[in-house]
């Protein structure tokens, strides 16, 4: 039987989040690894230029479609041969890293029963041109290191935060993805 403090958590909304709705999903997750199971899809488009459309039109969770329908749109600046019209693939990729930790955040705080009066989470990192342009071997198309910084504020203390912070660097998807290599498959259609 479950106490009147435990009822009060599970009915709660704290930080935007059903804490009762995630204590039922990771119990539901818990007793059936096919209710675990997700799968996520987006298709992009050259729009011109250094302009993508990408199409998300749905995704699985327990084996459910979720349907929807939205467009990321990403370009580059006028530096980089692009019209500045959004985002370029650099920023989008912190941009997701930055959103999948900040829900961490969010989560993790309401299930400590810790309200949140501020979030904000800085990222930033370095590219060096070289390597897109491959004009040297030894320089990497890529990042050799994200830098960021949680900035957080609420009703909890030091410690509560601290633990948070590990939870969330233990388990958000998309600073795992960031941290570890992914196999990556690819297949070429030429039309």
């Known amino acids: 039987m479950k106490s009147n403090a435990e009822k009060k958590i599970q009915s709660q909304i704290l930080n935007g989040i059903d804490v009762g709705a995630v204590l ?3 119990e539901a997750v818990s007793k059936d690894p096919a209710k675990a199971q997700t799968r996520w ?3 992009t488009s050259w729009q011109g230029g250094t302009r993508t459309e990408t199409q998300v039109d749905a995704c699985e969770i327990a084996g ?8 990321i749109r990403t370009d580059e600046p006028f530096e980089l041969f692009g019209t500045n019209l959004a985002p370029n693939p650099q920023e989008v ?27 904000r989470i800085e990222t930033q990192g370095d590219i060096d041109l070289r390597g897109f342009f491959s004009l040297d071997p030894d320089i990497k198309p890529g990042y050799d290191e994200l830098r960021y910084t949680v ?3 609420g009703k909890g203390t ?5 633990k948070v912070h590990e939870a969330v660097s233990a388990t958000s998807p998309n600073r795992y993805n960031l941290s570890h290599a ?3 498959k690819s297949d070429l259609v030429v039309h």
């Open 24 to 26: 039922q999903t990771v």
């Open 41 to 43: 899809k987006v298709v």
């Open 151 to 153: 900035h957080i504020k």
């Open 64 to 71: 459910q479609v979720v349907r929807k329908n939205f467009q």
């Open 158 to 162: 030091p410690e509560q935060f601290r």
């Open 182 to 184: 992914i196999r990556l």
């Open 93 to 119: 990729l912190m941009a997701a890293f930055n959103a999948c930790m900040t829900v961490g955040y969010a989560a993790q705080c309401a299930l400590a029963g810790v309200e949140l009066e501020e979030l």
